[in-house]
């Protein structure tokens, strides 16, 4: 298709153009990846007025660092939600504006320097930086960002705590991991919504420039999508240890949660060439 369809310049490649003026690699992305044109061509034509190019180009930068059919879908996945919700970026001003009562500085959701600096979504790796389907996120939903940012160290200090009490064991991998996953995202499912969240913590999984290894993508994707569900039910004002219960229980009595086994005896890089994906009440 490239990006002439045959009547010249797809229009709104030409309107963005004259916009952002992109550059070379990034009209390649869009010859490289069709489909993104139909779909942001659906997008302009959803958004009038208020479409916004910044975002577009921000987009597919994202795929142009981590070139993958992960990638693509993710930009898929956002688009159409955008699309299908006329999503509008809420307004702030520093009186009143998400992260401000956690001390986090106004207009933080733009502000790369300090979100590289400051925000760390996986505790189990301090020096992983957010990556760039994190910012955009970041910048479009920032109060539902900030749950998300709590809700991870919570979910990892909980899952923490089940090791010690000896509930579960792996912290990495293993059935404290499963447990971290499922109940980080029940949690915000609980605060604002299955779509979002999937949004937010399928970013985390396949945004990485460094990917995990397969099976332990394929494990955490699985158990976010199962935690979201267990916690659609449930609301922003539902204590976090009832949440925690539920997962406990489908984690001990069903054989929806999954984690790998056997391990290596460390926490590290420990998949194994015969690690399998197993049920969690086994």
Request: no cysteine; hydrophobic share 40%.
């Given at each position: 298709m490239g990006l002439d369809n045959g009547n010249g310049v797809v229009p709104w490649v030409a309107a963005m153009n004259a916009q952002l003026n992109l550059t070379q690699a990034e009209l390649g992305i869009l010859e490289d990846y069709p489909e993104l044109m139909d779909l942001f061509g659906q997008y302009f034509a959803a958004s009038g007025n208020d479409a916004d190019y910044g975002l577009i180009r921000s987009l597919i930068n994202s795929v142009a660092i981590n070139n993958s059919y992960q990638a693509v879908e993710f930009v898929f996945d956002l688009i159409n939600f955008l699309i299908d919700t006329n999503y509008i970026v809420p307004e702030y001003t520093?009186?009143?504006?998400?992260?401000?009562?956690?001390?986090?500085?106004?207009?933080?959701w733009n502000n790369s320097v300090?979100?590289?600096?400051?925000?760390?979504?996986?505790?189990?790796?301090?020096?992983?930086?957010p990556n760039a389907q994190e910012f955009i996120l970041f910048a479009l939903f920032p109060r539902e960002a900030v749950?998300?940012?709590?809700?991870?160290?919570?979910?990892?200090?909980?899952?923490?705590?089940?090791?010690?009490?000896?509930?579960?064991?792996?912290?990495?991998?293993?059935?404290?991991?499963?447990f971290r996953h499922t109940f980080w995202n029940a949690l915000d499912a609980s605060d604002?919504?299955?779509?979002?969240?999937?949004?937010?913590?399928?970013?985390?999984?396949?945004?990485?420039?460094?990917?995990?290894?397969?099976?332990?993508?394929?494990?955490?994707?699985?158990?976010?999508?199962?935690?979201?569900?267990?916690?659609?039910i449930y609301n922003t004002l539902t204590p976090s240890?009832?949440?925690?219960?539920?997962?406990?229980?489908?984690?001990?009595?069903?054989?929806?949660?999954?984690?790998?086994?056997?391990?290596?005896?460390?926490?590290g890089e420990n998949i194994l060439p015969n690690s399998t994906l197993k049920s969690t009440n086994q």
């Open positions: 520093d009186i009143n504006f998400p992260g401000k009562t956690d001390g986090m500085p106004f207009n933080w300090w979100i590289n600096n400051n925000i760390r979504i996986n505790g189990l790796k301090p020096e992983e930086k749950f998300h940012i709590k809700n991870s160290m919570n979910a990892l200090n909980t899952a923490q705590q089940l090791i010690l009490d000896g509930t579960f064991t792996r912290i990495h991998n293993g059935k404290a991991d499963a604002f919504g299955v779509p979002i969240t999937l949004l937010f913590t399928t970013a985390h999984e396949t945004g990485a420039i460094v990917p995990n290894h397969p099976l332990e993508m394929e494990m955490d994707l699985h158990n976010n999508s199962i935690g979201a569900g267990i916690g659609a240890t009832i949440i925690k219960s539920v997962v406990i229980n489908a984690m001990q009595n069903t054989s929806q949660i999954l984690y790998l086994d056997p391990l290596a005896n460390h926490d």
